[in-house]
Structures are given as structure tokens and as C-alpha cells.
């Protein structure tokens, strides 16, 4: 599965309107949960034209009382994995192409070296 980052932005924006909304809650009363001064951010995030960080995803998502993970609409196995390896595989899918080719040579490298040993 292969995702524009702006896309992806864009879908995990739809996550939070849509928890958000579910909850019966305002951008501004989201916004004051998470102890922004502006609720404009919050719109910015939901329509997809600002990055989110990990950070402030979590925070999102703890404003919103659901797991981050609730929040990315890409579906990665999580059978045995741990939720810190989960949100960086996800986080990884909203680097460009260049930046995901860089990560998959480096996570290769790690179970190449881990399987000489």
C-alpha cells in the first residue's frame, strides 16, 4: 500500500473530524482539551493541510480518549508487536518515497545483521 504523504494526512484527518464529531464535540472544544490557544489548528489537521506529529497525534488522540492508533487509517498486523513498534511502522507511511526506502533498507539491515548471529 503505497500513500502520497498529503493523503495520508488527509485520511488521518478524517479520523480525528470523525471521532471528534461521533463525541458531539467542536474543533474548539477539542481544541481546549488539548489546551490550544486556537481552534484553527485543529481544522488545519482535520483537512489534511498541516503534518501531524507523533507527538501531537497522541495528544489528539489522548484529547479524544481513544489509542493513537485509532487514528491511522493504515492497517499494519499487530499480532506480537508491541503499541511504540506499531505507531513507528504506521509513522513510516507518512514519509515520501525516498525517506520509506530509507527506512525499509535500515529495518532490512537490523534482521539481516539479527539473523547472522
Avoid: C
Avoid at 488521518?12 to 486556537?38: C, P
Avoid at 481552534?39 to 493541510?49: A, D, K, P, V
Avoid at 506480537?80 to 535500515?106: C, K, T, W
Amino acid at each position: 500500500m503505497s500513500r502520497r504523504p498529503h493523503e495520508m494526512l488527509s485520511l488521518i484527518g478524517r479520523k480525528i473530524r470523525k471521532t471528534r464529531e461521533a463525541k458531539g464535540w467542536t474543533q474548539t472544544h477539542l481544541s481546549d482539551r488539548m489546551g490550544l490557544a486556537d481552534y484553527r489548528l485543529i481544522s488545519q489537521f482535520e483537512n489534511g493541510h498541516r503534518d501531524i506529529r507523533l507527538s501531537t497525534l497522541h495528544r489528539i488522540a489522548k484529547a479524544l480518549a481513544v489509542s493513537p492508533q485509532e487514528l491511522f487509517p493504515v492497517e499494519v498486523p499487530t499480532t506480537g508487536i508491541d503499541e511504540e513498534m506499531l505507531l513507528l511502522v504506521r509513522e513510516i507511511y507518512l514519509f515520501g518515497p525516498l525517506a520509506r526506502s530509507q527506512a525499509r533498507h535500515v529495518l532490512k539491515a537490523l534482521i539481516l545483521g539479527r539473523d547472522k548471529k
